[in-house]
Structures are given as C-alpha cells and as structure tokens.
C-alpha cells in the first residue's frame, strides 16, 4: 500500500518493526530476503537463478508457499479497490490516512462477507 510520503519498500517497514518471538510461521515473498535470518520463523519461497536452478521439491514448496499466499494479496487488492488508498494521498495528518486504511479494510472485509452469503 501507499504510504502518505511516498513509496516504501516490504523490507524497510519490516525492519522498523518490532516483532516478538513466537511459534507462529509467517510466509513472505522475495522481498523479504534476509529477514529469515534475524527470525526463525520465517518461511521463504527457494530464489532461482540463471547458475542455481530450483528442483523439483522445491517448485513443489513455493508453489504451496503461494497458493497460500494468494489469499493475502487478494485481501490486498480488495482493500485497494478503496481508490484513494492506491494513489498519492496528499494529507498532513497520518491520523486521517489510518482511518483511511481502516475504512478499506471495512468495506473489503463487508464485500467478503457478503460474497460468501449469497454464493
């Protein structure tokens, strides 16, 4: 998502986060290399290259790493379907941008359960 002052990559917010210990695993994506490093419990799907390619087992492992994954950045894309939340928000308050996020996550998590209802 954007962030009021502009672009900001996964990793640096990672890193400002603080994260305690836990048992709980947590699926990230390429972006994140190196976090599994400082955290255990981090689950990264194997890095191809041209000199090192993946094995079998291991397209059989991102592959469930992603599908996995597809629901989160789906509930992403639901949350930016909110316009103003997918382009440059020119606010000075970060108050007003939280409750932005808030209402996104409101009305996707509302069309979600809706979704379910009628289907």
């Known amino acids: 998502?954007?962030?009021?002052?502009?672009?900001?990559?996964?990793?640096?917010?990672?890193?400002?986060?603080?994260?305690?210990?836990?048992?709980?695993?947590?699926?990230?994506?390429?972006?994140f290399l190196g976090t599994d490093k400082t955290h255990e419990n981090i689950i990264l799907p194997y890095k191809t290259s041209k000199y090192k390619k993946t094995s079998s087992l291991q397209k059989q492992i991102n592959k469930g790493i992603s599908s996995l994954r597809i629901k989160v950045e789906h509930a992403f894309s639901g949350v930016k379907r909110l316009k103003i939340l997918s382009q440059k928000i020119y606010l000075r308050s970060p108050n007003i941008y939280d409750l932005l996020i808030k209402i996104g996550v409101g009305l996707h998590n509302l069309r979600v359960k809706f979704r379910t209802i009628n289907n």
Request: glycine letters at 6%; charged letters at 25%; proline letters at 3%.
């Open 1 to 31: 998502m954007r962030n009021p002052q502009g672009s900001v990559h996964d990793k640096s917010i990672w890193d400002d986060l603080v994260i305690k210990k836990s048992s709980i695993n947590i699926l990230v994506d390429l972006g």
